[in-house]
């Protein structure tokens, strides 16, 4: 895992440097292995990394010509393919949270629709004024968020939030009943007050501290049943189950 975490400022003036260390500082325990600032007018970012893939060049944020910056807490597991694809990309690091960035220039809002894996990624995109974060279907990577007069935070835990002091630390009845109940919490909320999460599948835009647009991306893709036999049917379960574990298995580091 790493953690992530930014905020994008209301007044377009660039973020405090030290509420940036202080999110940075309570996700280090998820990334020991690097750690990455990113600061414009309007924006901030910072990563702390778990390297598994591209030991070497894959320090993020990632950052383009164009001005754009992501940061991730992801595995792509399809991010070979992606590459071969986009035969014409001069890519900058061998990172398989790159092909996401290169998505968005070119598929914009649907990008992570193209993504396969467990992902939670932000992009800065100046050119339009955008934050984008997007959270992988199945919700198996956090990241949470607040709103407030200084504009719009996020992060992988919500306690970042809290120790950054962009939230006060006041619990959610509701979802502290449910967490107790039921181990998790449901819907949007958290156990701490005015902290929501991105929900699974979300793609979320904000632009000058305020959320203007989300869209999801289901789950389970919608098709019509399919007729096969039981030869049939158990050898496709192998083949796609095969297929899975060996896109899961790459990686740049022993298990």
Request: proline share 6%; with cysteine; aromatic share 8%.
């Amino acid at each position: 895992m790493c953690g992530i975490a930014g905020i994008m400022t209301a007044d377009g003036t660039a973020p405090d440097a030290s509420v940036l260390l202080a999110l940075q500082a309570a996700l280090a325990h998820r990334g020991p292995d690097g750690k990455g600032l990113f600061i414009d007018e309007g924006i901030g970012l910072t990563h702390s990394r778990l390297a598994i893939i591209d030991l070497i060049t894959g320090d993020q944020p990632i950052q383009g010509l164009d001005g754009m910056a992501l940061i991730a807490n992801a595995e792509i597991y399809n991010y070979i393919e992606l590459r071969q694809e986009f035969t014409d990309v001069e890519w900058q690091t061998w990172s398989d949270c790159e092909p996401a960035l290169v998505l968005y220039r070119r598929e914009g809002i649907e990008f992570a629709d193209r993504l396969r894996g467990m992902y939670a990624v932000a992009i800065h995109d100046p050119g339009e004024g955008l934050l984008v974060l997007a959270r992988d279907p199945f919700g198996i990577k956090p990241l949470y968020y607040v709103e407030g007069q200084f504009g719009f935070a996020f992060a992988s835990e919500p306690s970042a939030l809290v120790a950054a002091g962009l939230v006060k630390p006041n619990l959610d009845d509701r979802s502290m009943n449910e967490l107790l109940q039921m181990q998790f919490t449901t819907g949007r909320g958290s156990i701490h007050s005015g902290i929501f999460r991105v929900l699974p599948g979300e793609t979320m835009f904000v632009s000058q501290g305020r959320i203007l647009e989300r869209r999801r991306r289901r789950a389970l893709p919608l098709a019509p049943p399919r007729t096969l036999d039981e030869p049939a049917a158990l050898a496709k379960l192998e083949r796609v189950l095969l297929e899975s574990v060996e896109l899961h298995q790459r990686s740049d580091v022993p298990y």
